[in-house]
C-alpha cells in the first residue's frame, strides 16, 4: 500500500487538508461551521482518499536528467521484487536491474553512449516508464 500522509490548517472556519498518497500531492478543502463535525469531516476525507489510492508501480523522473555518470531513480511498489530495465530508442534492452524493494536507486552510465533512453519499472505485473537522457 502507498504511503498516507495528512497535515491540516485551521483557518476561521475554514479547513485546508494536505494528503499525500506516495509521491502525489492531493489538496482538499472543507468548511466547517461546528466544532462536533470535525472528526467526521476528516475521517470521512481520510476514507474517501484511502478509497481512490492506487497501488500501481510508480517511478519518479531520474535525476540528475541529462545524466554524465550516474543517475538516481526513485521507484516504488507492492511486489516482493521489481527490476528497472534500461532500452534505447530501439528498444534494444541496455541494461537491467533487480530491486528487492521500494526506495532509490542509482544506474551508473559512464559506459553508456551519449543518448536517449528510457527506463522502465516493472512490477506487479504492470510496467511504468521514463525518459533518461545521457549526456557526457
Do not use: H
Amino acid at each position: 500500500m502507498s504511503q498516507l500522509s495528512c497535515s491540516y490548517v485551521r483557518l476561521s472556519t475554514f479547513l485546508f487538508i494536505k494528503v499525500k498518497i506516495g509521491w502525489d500531492f492531493k489538496y482538499f478543502c472543507a468548511i466547517l461551521k461546528v466544532k462536533r463535525l470535525f472528526s467526521i469531516a476528516v475521517t470521512v476525507l481520510l476514507a474517501g482518499v484511502l478509497a481512490f489510492a492506487d497501488d500501481r508501480p510508480k517511478i519518479g523522473q531520474n535525476y540528475p536528467n541529462p545524466a554524465k555518470e550516474k543517475t538516481f531513480v526513485d521507484v516504488e511498489f507492492n511486489s516482493s521484487e521489481a527490476t528497472i530495465t534500461l532500452s534505447n530508442i530501439l528498444g534494444e534492452i541496455i541494461y537491467v536491474q533487480k530491486v528487492p524493494r521500494s526506495g532509490t536507486y542509482t544506474i551508473n552510465v559512464t559506459e553508456i553512449p551519449e543518448g536517449v533512453y528510457f527506463y522502465t519499472l516493472a512490477a506487479d505485473g504492470q510496467k511504468v516508464t521514463k525518459k533518461l537522457t545521457v549526456k557526457k
